[in-house]
């Protein structure tokens, strides 16, 4: 009975379920999701404005803008003059800006469904990455190039843009480490044709904020050639120019082209451009160089193109060398490294110069020092050896065998008694006293020098004796009364 009863409660709900989900596409049918966009763009630089337009139905009466995993909320009520379309406008954008955002709107049937998401980019946030291309950017058509772009993160994702394209920007998070540390990622292009044509930026994110992209590289122009019939180029007054004089490069164009641009070729150096206001054919442009220095000592080639296309170039014309003859050695040397030389070689060479030039100067200065300190102690051991040399003088024998043996000084060294304060005669007591009372000392010549005596006569058949020299020295030492002897 109770088992019965639930069935039909069951299949009730079993079809409501069912039924549901049909009922609910109707009705989201009925208000189709609105569309969103950001004027300027969605990659804005930090501290710039920025509008968000939804654009829904003209039943729509009020619009509200999500941030996707925030809780951020705007809301706008829909006006009777526009009612198919809300702005949400932000002044000035910061990194709390950066995310993806959806909008809806509502009617008196209820309110539909999401947007797609946008991406809102907020730039300016870190150091930029540089972008260079391979192998030049000056491309003819129907060949290839890539795009490096070369940042300071270890991770992330970067992201090379064209301005003013219409495609998304493309991202890479290959990375290579090069000697220098840095991380590269490399762009292919090709094959190349006009469309490719244009300048070019970099950005950098780290993995951990992928909205919030670092400040633009410097622009990079990628041009495309071939597009047009080549041009002459010639010179005036001659290839062959003497050092300090002026020539002129004159490239001529058949077609109707109003921009000329003149080359230098293996340079990173931009090209020199010129736009003509005449336009009667043929055209042609005059590029000036002076004063000629061995710089200008390269091969020149010139490209034609229309200013509305600045980047659709013409082919090359044929190439033009020129030969400096002249000038002086120093101009030469000084020119070679602006041309040859990147200018971080230039300052890192100028360092090095400086650091030796001041490592030569310190270890000059220790020569000196050290040539002084010599010169003083030889001063003092002159001033000294006079003085040295007649105190040893007196201590010498006369003859040459004793002068390399140690001289050798004695003291008699007498014990004179004081008794009641009074010295007793030293001749007394020489004469008095026996040998026991004298007591021989040796001392070291350089400090007693008086008392010099003449040594005694030798016996028949020995050597001579050393001479000696005797010093009396008399201590005198206070005593008490000596004990009566017996």
């Known amino acids: ?73 705007w809301e706008d009520e829909a006006t009777q003059d526009s009612r198919n379309t809300a702005r949400f406008h932000f002044e000035s954008l910061s990194s709390r800006h950066a995310g993806r955002y959806q909008c809806i709107y509502r009617s008196r049937k209820g309110w539909s469904r999401q947007s797609d998401p946008l991406a809102l980019v907020v ?56 000697n220098s540390g840095r991380r590269e990622a490399l762009f292919p292009l090709g094959p190349v044709n006009a469309s490719h044509g244009g300048t070019y930026r970099c950005y950098d994110s780290p993995s951990s904020d992928p909205y919030l992209w670092s400040q633009p590289s410097d622009p990079l122009h990628l041009q495309v050639t071939g597009m047009y019939r080549k041009p002459s180029l010639s010179a005036h007054p001659g ?3 003497s050092w300090g004089e002026n020539v002129t490069l004159q490239c001529l164009s058949e077609i109707v082209l109003d921009t000329f641009h003149l080359f230098k070729e293996g340079s990173l150096a931009p090209a020199q451009n010129l736009r ?29 193109s229309q200013s509305t296309s600045p980047y659709v ?10 030969l ?81 043996q140690e001289e050798k000084l004695y003291a008699v060294v007498k014990h004179t008694w004081l008794k ?21 000392a040796q001392l070291n010549h350089v400090t007693l020098r008086q008392g010099t005596m003449a040594p005694p006569p030798s016996q028949a058949g020995e050597p001579p004796a050393e ?11 206070p005593t008490k009364d000596p004990e009566p002897r017996d």
Not at 276 to 303: G, K
Not at 313 to 322: A, R, V
Not at 327 to 353: F, K, N
Not at 358 to 380: E, P
Request: aromatic share 8%; net charge positive.
């Open 313 to 322: 170039l013409s082919n090359p014309s044929d190439p033009l060398q020129l």
């Open 467 to 477: 001479p000696s020299v005797y010093a009396t020295l008399a201590i005198h030492q």
């Open 123 to 178: 730039t300016g946030l870190y150091r930029a990455p540089s972008l260079s291309a391979h192998p030049n950017p000056v491309v003819a058509s129907g060949g290839n190039v890539s795009l490096s772009c070369s940042s300071q993160f270890w991770s992330g994702t970067l992201y090379l843009l064209k301005e003013g394209g219409a495609e998304p920007p493309r991202r890479s998070t290959w990375r290579k480490f090069g």
């Open 420 to 440: 009641d304060g009074n010295p007793r005669d030293s001749q007394q007591e020489a004469e008095s006293e026996g040998p026991q009372d004298v007591t021989y």
């Open 276 to 304: 003509l206001q005449d336009m009667v054919a043929p055209l042609q442009a005059n590029f000036t160089l002076s004063p000629m220095t061995s710089a200008h000592n390269e091969t020149y080639r010139c490209y034609t």
């Open 324 to 404: 400096i003859s002249g000038g002086s050695e120093d101009g030469l040397m000084e020119s070679g490294l602006q041309r040859g030389l990147p200018w971080y070689l230039s300052l890192l060479i100028g360092v090095s110069v400086a650091f030796v030039l001041l490592l030569l100067l310190l270890l000059f200065l220790l020569i000196r020092q050290r040539q002084r300190q010599r010169g003083q102690d030889t001063h003092r051991k002159s001033a000294a050896a006079p003085s040295v040399a007649k105190d040893r003088g007196q201590q010498k024998s006369s003859s040459p065998a004793a002068d390399v």
């Open 1 to 73: 009975m109770g088992g019965g009863s639930t069935t039909p409660i069951l299949m009730a709900l079993l079809c409501l379920g069912l039924c549901w989900r049909p009922w609910d596409q109707v009705q989201a049918g009925v208000l189709p999701k609105p569309s969103i966009r950001a004027d300027p763009g969605p990659i804005v630089p930090k501290g710039s404005p920025v509008t968000l337009w939804c654009q829904g139905s003209p039943q729509a009466e009020v619009y509200r803008l999500y941030k996707v995993g925030d809780s951020g909320l």
């Open 239 to 241: 290839t062959s120019v």
